[in-house]
């Protein structure tokens, strides 16, 4: 969210570094320490309608990107009230991903319906051969870790820096406290070359599908228009042999969560026929991710217009070369 919206200003920068590493500590201990969940979404509430009054260029970015996902009008009621909603749950899931990184993992399980089906994890776990969960910025994938910790599975959590290192850093801590192995990518180089050693070693990487970060992605049709999605992680699929499990971690409307492991796809093409396979993967990720973000409009969490990516219109303007992912 915060490269491809931030401001210019450095004053703007300094208050939101001074803010942010003084909120975050803060959140974390205020979700350690109440013993009502619901008290903890009550304040988070409050602090994300304060933060979209002080900075509506986000809440119009979501407006957006929620009107086309609903196929209405900008200024339709409904459209306001489901970024809303949006903007709610999403302030919702950092309550969550603080309160159960630091409170014992059975508390969260109980949280989950029961009969999580895990039959095509479980096939690829099986298989040896390493395994890509990918995800997206939907529901609560932070918990997923969490999930998979209870039945003793490892995942290794690909992730972009944050720039605020005070949120990095905590939500380094919280991720390692939840079992899960941060490593962190940049596009750049060889930044990747570990996530391969991993797969090799028959591991599991989560990685998310939905931005693209490297600005060298596929256009694929995503609710009636044209939007790039990351090719990185078929690239890795590719490479390594390692399956991709489309794997989405979401909340109910009890505040009880859920997940989803898709059948796995697999990159078997030789290098002549690859590029075909990997946009027909990308292609079923994509409409699977479109299937559960039209039935959950309120949990797809994107604070910068979609469709018409700033990075990528900033870049074709000033006529900068595209960045090129490993």
Known sequence: MQDRMQSDSKLLGLAYTAVFGTLFPLFKLAARKFKDRERGFEISDQVMTAFMELRPKYLEAVKGNTAQVLGLKLHDPKVEEMAR???????????????????????????????????????????????????????????????????????????????????????????????????????????????????????????????????????????????????????????????????????DTGHRFSAFFAEPIYIRAGRGERMKEIEAGMRRYVSMLEDFIRKHPDQWYCFYPFWDDPMRVVGAEMGQPQAISA
């Open 85 to 251: 909603r949006v903007v709610r749950n999403h302030a919702y899931s950092w309550v969550d991903f603080f309160r159960f990184a630091q409170r014992p993992a059975q508390e969260a399980i109980d949280l989950f319906q029961p009969g999580v089906e895990l039959s095509n994890l479980e096939r690829v776990i099986r298989e040896g051969k390493g395994g890509i969960l990918l995800t997206a910025h939907a529901g609560n994938y932070e918990l997923g870790g969490v999930l998979l910790r209870s039945k003793k599975i490892s995942v290794h959590a690909v992730y972009k820096p944050d720039r605020f290192k005070a949120v990095e850093r905590l939500r380094g801590d919280l991720r390692e406290a939840g079992g899960v192995v941060g490593v962190p990518v940049d596009g750049v180089g060889f930044s990747t070359l570990p996530l391969v050693k991993v797969l090799r070693e028959g591991k599991l990487v989560g990685m998310q599908g939905d931005r693209d970060f490297s600005l060298n992605g596929l256009k694929i049709p995503f609710f009636g228009r044209e939007a790039y999605f990351p090719r990185g992680p078929w690239e890795l699929a590719a490479m390594t042999g390692a399956p991709i499990l489309c794997s989405l971690f979401y909340m």
